[in-house]
């Protein structure tokens, strides 16, 4: 597809397991960021890839949350033993890195919504 | 710490109206900054960059406006429809990092 693309689209776990949620970019871009966003908020980041390479996980809230981009296309971000307050809606984006005009402009995927009970 | 304000109430306007949102931060100096518009149910999507040097960016009905003097950001929306009613995001690339930061949004709705 030409756009970004996000699965599940909605996501209910039990209070202790695990999740995966995966991301499809845009084919060809570079740059891949995971946010969190909470009811009423903007998203949050937690975390950026360049290719393959993880250059930027200071978002991650715990060690509980992991992400790899494996092959530098689909990445997968994974919760461990799940927390009520990881409830949220999490948001992957790609960014092509050579448009000057537009520096760092992100195309967002729809998201998914992580419901921990 | 970098601090980005947006007005967390709602803005209700008349269709045909001009809808004007602020963005202000604190504790940054960005090369740029960006404003996105978001649906309910659904990721945002970019609208306008303006960067530092310049002073106002237009496109079709849009305009934004950045002092970094007042560290505020204006986004305007012309001749308003109610189809523009949704949240509408401003955000600044973090220091020395790619990720950007996100301001809390302010949901417009424009009224037929």
């Known amino acids: 597809g030409a756009g970004v693309s996000q699965s599940p689209r909605y996501k209910v776990a039990k209070r202790g397991q695990d999740v995966a949620l995966r991301c499809d970019p845009i084919s060809g871009h570079v740059s891949l960021f995971w946010y969190q966003q909470a009811l009423g908020q903007g998203p949050e980041f937690l975390t950026y890839f360049q290719n393959e390479a993880q250059l930027d996980k200071s978002g991650l809230p715990s060690d509980r949350f992991f992400a790899e981009r494996p092959e530098g296309s689909v990445s997968t971000l994974k919760i461990q033993r799940t927390q009520q307050e990881d409830s949220a809606v999490y948001l992957c984006?790609?960014?092509?890195?050579?448009?000057?005009?537009?520096?760092?402009?992100?195309?967002f995927g729809p998201g998914t919504r992580l419901t921990v009970l | 710490s970098q601090k980005i304000e947006q007005n967390s109430e709602a803005l209700n306007i008349q269709e045909g109206k001009t809808a004007t949102l602020t963005c202000n931060y604190t504790n940054y100096s960005p090369a740029y900054l960006q404003w996105y518009r978001q649906d309910p149910g659904r990721g945002p999507v970019f609208l306008l960059l303006?960067?530092?040097?310049?002073k106002e960016k237009r496109k079709e009905r849009l305009k934004v406006t950045f002092d970094t003097t007042l560290k505020q950001s204006l986004f305007h929306i012309t001749a308003s429809q109610p189809a523009d009613s949704a949240t509408y995001l401003c955000a600044l690339p973090r220091k020395g990092r790619r990720a950007l930061t996100f301001g809390s949004g302010t949901r417009l709705q424009v009224q037929p």
């Open positions: 984006a790609s960014s092509a890195d050579r448009v000057v005009e537009r520096p760092n402009e992100q195309f």
């Open positions: 303006i960067r530092e040097n310049e």
